[in-house]
């Protein structure tokens, strides 16, 4: 008697083509080498010191309180009516907590929530370089086609401002397919800060294209004088097609509780929200109602100027530390990032190998300190921008800048 005839092991691959191409993130790869050699970690941007004891104090009596299950898709009532009173004057406008305002697992999940509400197979979305790693992936796993126009810094700049985007190639870049621009304002891994004047002209490319812009406000906190925070979704004609998004994890240093939000008029709101029911359903209750509690008590405590000024403190030691060692740094006017220049270290990328790979690998391994190469915010075209360049994060204790500082001065004896 014959057996059935079974499928072979090479036959069997059950692997969507979307996924295919995506590998480990390089804060993975970094981290993993920065823990295997006792490198000082200034690759990956999460705070190592501890949360404000007012917010962490809150999640604590949320769960004594038993606010332990399924909360409001769209958001827990407390949290979505605190992000309204937080963010309406910031909009110049009364928004309604409970059809203009999502909350999402994290930023990211807002991205990717916003992408698949708004992107159908086919639709293009233009990407500004450097991008923050998510952006592509959410948009190939949509159907869509990621259009990548970079920013330039001219050479020699000192100065994340400095960065500038090529209006006459934004526009070249644009077809009759094109849906979306995601815009990042303070960016990573830049730092830069867009101006009012870079953001009217957005707006009004915009407006001209009939495009929608998901604007990523995630470091919207931590911008330094004489730096101006401006909201695009505040310009005229932008609030309609405008979708905002903020992080808790970014503003109360609570990376690992995945609280998000997305501010958007009721249409746009809606399409994320039916994208949002089916990828997480809701959000953690108890950590909604302590970020709920946080924003309530935020502006009382003076914490988002405190906030502001600390990281400020940060940067400007480590920008010292950088500048002392033959690693001119790009100064950052938001963020907790900052770009150098790695042109001096001798440091040969092998033959078909991006240089600033290799040049942050010989930093984690040889001198003690991770930090992040820019190339994998880049399309494969424009990753040669990124040769001579690195990137590293100041949101950390002042002892481990200081550790940092230190072990990089082992930089001035192989120059």
Request: proline share 8%; aromatic share 10%; net charge negative.
């Amino acid at each position: 008697m014959s057996s059935p005839q079974t499928a072979t092991s090479a036959q069997y691959d059950p692997v969507a083509v979307r996924v295919r191409g995506f590998g480990a993130t390089v804060f993975a790869e970094f981290t993993a080498l920065a823990n295997a050699t006792g490198a000082v970690n200034l690759g990956q941007g999460f705070p190592n010191f501890p949360a404000p004891d007012f917010v962490k104090t809150a999640a604590q009596q949320a769960i004594a309180a038993d606010l332990n299950q399924y909360a409001r898709s769209a958001g827990h009532p407390r949290l979505v009516h605190a992000l309204a009173q937080v963010y309406g004057p910031l909009f110049g406008r009364t928004l309604d907590p409970m059809t203009e305002i999502v909350v999402t697992v994290g930023a990211t999940e807002g991205i990717f929530a916003t992408v698949q509400a708004l992107v159908d197979p086919g639709d293009e979305v233009i990407l500004l370089e450097p991008f923050y790693d998510s952006y592509p992936a959410a948009v190939i796993m949509a159907g869509g086609a990621p259009v990548y126009v970079p920013l330039r810094a001219p050479a020699g700049s000192h100065s994340a401002a400095a960065w500038a985007l090529d209006l006459d190639e934004l526009t070249a870049a644009i077809t009759p397919r094109t849906k979306l621009l995601i815009l990042n304002t303070p960016s990573n891994p830049v730092g830069k800060v867009f101006s009012r004047a870079e953001l009217s002209a957005l707006a009004e490319i915009a407006c001209r294209f009939n495009l929608t812009v998901l604007s990523d406000e995630v470091y919207e906190w931590m911008v330094y004088p004489p730096a101006e925070h401006v909201r695009i979704a505040t310009l005229p004609g932008m609030w309609e097609r405008t979708v905002t998004l903020g992080s808790a994890g970014k503003t109360f240093s609570v990376t690992g509780w995945k609280i998000g939000w997305a501010i958007a008029p009721q249409p746009l709101a809606h399409a994320i929200l039916m994208a949002h029911q089916w990828i997480p359903f809701a959000v953690s209750t108890p950590m909604q109602e302590a970020i709920a509690v946080a924003l309530e008590e935020s502006q009382a405590r003076g914490y988002f100027t405190w906030l502001s000024a600390m990281y400020q403190a940060k940067r400007d030691r480590l920008l010292t530390a950088l500048a002392e060692v033959g690693l001119p740094p790009m100064r950052p006017d938001g963020s907790y990032f900052i770009i150098v220049d790695t042109g001096a270290l001798p440091v040969a990328g092998a033959p078909g190998a991006r240089r600033d790979i290799a040049v942050c690998r010989w930093l984690t391994q040889e001198i003690g300190v991770a930090a992040i190469p820019p190339s994998p915010f880049y399309s494969e075209p424009h990753q040669h921008l990124t040769d001579n360049l690195a990137r590293f994060t100041f949101c950390k204790t002042d002892e481990m800048l200081e550790e940092a500082a230190r072990r990089l001065h082992k930089i001035k004896m192989v120059h």
